[in-house]
């Protein structure tokens, strides 16, 4: 799309960036895009079994995304960059989930965050730095609020050899989805920080239906994780049938495996029995199914899940903002604790098939099993709910609205019921 001349010249000046300089004449300002969503959500969350006050908290979120083409020749250049900002419209909340806490039990007015990511091109491969949104199974991006979460670090995806990516990075700090503030990464929130993760892997497409995934991940003096996965689609004479496999081994890194370490904060929960010394290291090994056949717009799921070793499933917990790449990875809980087996069932529907295209409704239910505690096996379910529709004509083509709910029960969580109302709508700039 041809961009006017008032457009580059107001872009160039935000960027500090002359129109006159050749370097940036070419494929830097014809590629670039900009973007505005705006997204208002309303979240409500009642916690049954604790005496924890209920959190209602209703918001509008901004986001400004600028991203540039790349400069021509042999290495090409690039910017990206986001600006965003959250204001509360409810006059009271405790905060937390989707404001940051003023105070104990009162949420901020408002907060905001800019991001500036440079990057590099040189054939098929692209190298990023800045501000980062990795979505791979070792480390995922959670957007499941007012304003997404993001990272700081290196990141390097190439696509030389074909059906191959690779991809590399590393992450020093995390920006949570309700702060303003980049921070370490932890395992749990009473867990030192870390401010060095590791990770690489690869996914080959050996042909249109089959997908192979391998990823090593590490953050360091907590854990080292390898991930295996395989994605297959298989159509049949009737419907169609996908096949989801994935495994995590997990085991300690650092200073989680050493007794001294773990005395120093660098530990992970789990089930050890009594005295044994190696309480508090990572030893994990976590793998799922996931099987869903779809027809003229049904999908039916079934899965399951199993967790074993002596401690949890490690990942970066940064308080607000997890999204694992799980079979689990629900509205409110993520089903990840030592010895859990988790079935999990689901069902969606596209309305298209009735004539009403960009309407979609889904269910899923999990139940966790067999948790490993003292003296007993601890058990959990959440029965998740979601409605989605978009507008498909007329001026406000593209505006989507999401409804959606969670009920969490069981004797090894909170007890819990949790809503969401949330409207997006786009607009482009450029």
Do not use: C
Not at 69 to 97: C, E, M, S, W
């Amino acid at each position: 799309m041809q961009k006017s001349n008032l457009s580059l010249a107001v872009l160039a000046g935000v960027l500090g960036l002359p129109m006159a300089e050749p370097a940036f004449a070419g494929g830097f300002f014809e590629d670039s895009k900009a973007t505005l969503s705006l997204r208002n959500l309303y979240y409500s969350r009642d916690v049954r079994n604790e005496p924890a006050p209920s959190d209602k908290e209703w918001g509008q979120g901004f986001i400004l995304d600028y991203q540039s083409g790349f400069t021509q020749g042999i290495v090409g250049v690039g910017i990206d960059a986001t600006a965003q900002y959250g204001y509360r419209l409810t006059q009271a909340g405790i905060g937390g989930q989707v404001f940051p806490q003023q105070s104990p039990g009162t949420a901020e007015r408002d907060f905001s965050r800019l991001g500036l990511t440079g990057k590099l091109r040189y054939s098929k491969t692209v190298a990023r730095v800045g501000t980062l949104k990795p979505m791979t199974p070792v480390l995922g991006t959670g957007d499941l609020r007012l304003l997404p979460q993001m990272w700081q670090g290196v990141q390097v995806t190439s696509n030389e050899i074909e059906n191959l990516t690779l991809t590399a990075g590393r992450i020093d700090h995390v920006l949570d989805r309700n702060s303003s503030n980049r921070e370490g990464m932890h395992i749990s929130r009473t867990s030192p920080d870390s401010n060095e993760f590791y990770f690489t892997g690869a996914d080959y497409k050996v042909n249109k239906d089959l997908l192979l995934q391998y990823y090593y991940g590490t953050l360091n003096h907590f854990y080292s994780q390898h991930f295996f996965g395989l994605v297959h689609n298989w159509k049949l004479p009737v419907g169609a049938l996908k096949t989801d496999l994935r495994y995590f081994e997990s085991y300690s890194d650092g200073r989680n495996g050493s007794a001294a370490g773990r005395a120093d904060g660098y530990r992970i929960g789990g089930y050890w029995a009594s005295g044994d010394k190696h309480s508090g290291e990572v030893d994990n090994h976590l793998w799922s199914a996931m099987f869903t056949y779809s027809l003229k717009g049904h999908a039916l799921g079934v899965g399951y899940q199993q967790v074993t070793g002596n401690s949890d499933f490690p990942h970066i917990n940064s308080g607000n903002g997890r999204s694992l790449y799980l079979i689990t990875n629900s509205q409110s809980n993520k089903f990840t604790s030592s010895g859990e087996k988790t079935w999990v069932g689901s069902y969606s529907y596209d309305f298209a098939q009735l004539g009403v295209p960009g309407l979609r409704a889904s269910a899923m239910y999990f139940n966790g099993q067999g948790i490993n505690a003292k003296g007993k096996d601890n058990s959990e379910w959440e029965r998740d709910l979601r409605v989605d529709y978009a507008l498909q004509s007329g001026p406000l083509k593209g505006l989507g609205l999401t409804l959606r709910h969670a009920s969490l029960r069981g004797n090894d969580t909170q007890d819990m019921d949790e809503a969401m109302a949330i409207v997006n709508y786009s607009i482009s700039l450029l």
